[in-house]
Every structure is written in C-alpha cells, then in structure tokens.
C-alpha cells in the first residue's frame, strides 16, 4: 500500500512561476525523498531530507520536512519548460529486517507551459 | 554509464508466455530492489535483496513471480504464465548500506511489460 499522498495531483503553470507539490504520510520515517520522473523513464532522484531536518535546498529546489504533522513541501523555483514531469515523495522506513524501504505516494504531475 | 542497468527496456508478450528482466545495479551497491509501476501511480514494493539474500517479498508478488540475485550482483525477475494485469513497468533500484544517515537509491529506466 502506498503511504505518502501528494497533492496536487496535477499542476499546470507558467515557466517562470513556482510551483509548490506537497506530500502527506502516515507513519514514522526515518527520511524522505523526492524523485522525477519524465514520461515513460526512471526515476530521478532530487534530494533527501532526514527526520531531524526541516529545509533543505539544492539549487532551485527548496524542501520542508514538518514530522510533527506528517508533512513534506517541495517548491521549484523559477520554472522551466524542462521541469515537467511527475514528482514523487517517497518515505523511507526502518523495517524489522533492519534494511530500509521506500513506499511512494501516487505523485503530482506537473506541466510548465512556455 | 555506472548508473543501474535494465534490460530488456521493452518486452510484448502473449498471455500465458513467461518473461524475464535483468538488473544491473550500481557496483558497489549491496541492496537492490525490484517496484513495479502502472500508469498514472507511483511505484509498488515488490522485493528486496540484500547481497544475495531475499529479505522481503510483498503480497503484490505472487507465486508466478521470482526473483534471485546469485551472487551478489545482478538480479533478475521472472514472471511466468504472463496474464494482462502484469503488464505495467519493472523498476529496479539500488542503494548502499548506510543506517546512519538513510540511503538515496537509485534507480534504473525500468522494463516495460505489455501483455497482449
């Protein structure tokens, strides 16, 4: 079952403007990540914030990481016709096996109009 | 390209066939991880090898399903008696051992399956 949600599920913006994705989950974590995904290809790994950060920024990107309501932000700054994809949370848990697992939410699809 | 490797990128096969995908993950990685992932959803856990050793299977993966990681390096998926509902993109991913500070994993472009 997947345990983040994001929201919204898709969002259509102007280059130039911001665009602000955000993700809910259930339980703990011990991280989370986002990811992009172009159409029909892998996923890209964006950035990784721990449990006990609350921002992190690479370049123009800009995450926010709030445990205490189960909540994580991604804002992309400046937008390009480039950035649109599909951005993914995924929550990353200790499990009993002692490894770590990646549970994704269903994702928001973004389109950037020139 | 040292990134993780998938292949074949495209498979179409008749229901009923088997199927086979092979995951090379990054080198040094010792944890490797099979998703699969149909439109407009994120990516589903299906298993998860340490080394060689398959710690974790989900209930998505059914007993037409295996997988093996011989040793230690690549990993291959199999899917036998192929049915429509397989069809969808197997993705794999590895990461490093690193409790302390949590593991970026990393993925590969994922092998396409179409069951006609």
């Known amino acids: 079952s997947q345990q983040g949600e994001e929201d919204p599920q898709a969002l259509s913006i102007q280059e130039g403007e911001n665009a602000t994705m955000n993700c809910s989950y259930k339980t703990s974590i011990n991280n989370l990540q986002w990811y992009r995904q172009n159409s029909g290809r892998g996923l890209v790994h964006l950035i990784l914030?721990?449990?006990?950060?609350r921002e992190k920024h690479s370049g123009r990107l800009r995450v926010t990481l709030d445990t205490s309501k189960k909540s994580s932000s991604l804002l992309i700054t400046a937008s390009r016709a480039a950035d649109t994809a599909s951005y993914f949370c995924a929550t990353d848990r200790w499990t009993a096996g002692g490894y770590n697992k990646l549970i994704f939410g269903a994702g928001t699809r973004l389109a950037v109009h020139p | 390209d040292t990134g993780v490797s998938q292949n074949p990128r495209h498979k179409i096969t008749k229901r009923g066939q088997n199927v086979t995908f092979r995951c090379d993950p990054i080198s040094e990685h010792n944890r490797l991880y099979w998703y699969r992932q149909t439109l407009g959803q994120g990516p589903e856990f299906l298993t998860y090898f340490q080394n060689e050793a398959q710690l974790e299977k989900s209930r998505l993966l059914s007993d037409r399903f295996s997988a093996e990681r011989p040793k230690g390096s690549f990993s291959t998926l199999e899917i036998q008696r192929t049915e429509q509902g397989d069809s969808a993109m197997y993705l794999c991913a590895s990461s490093l051992t690193r409790p302390s500070s949590g593991n970026t994993i990393y993925f590969g472009e994922g092998s396409w399956l179409t069951v006609v």
């Open positions: 914030i721990r449990s006990n950060e």
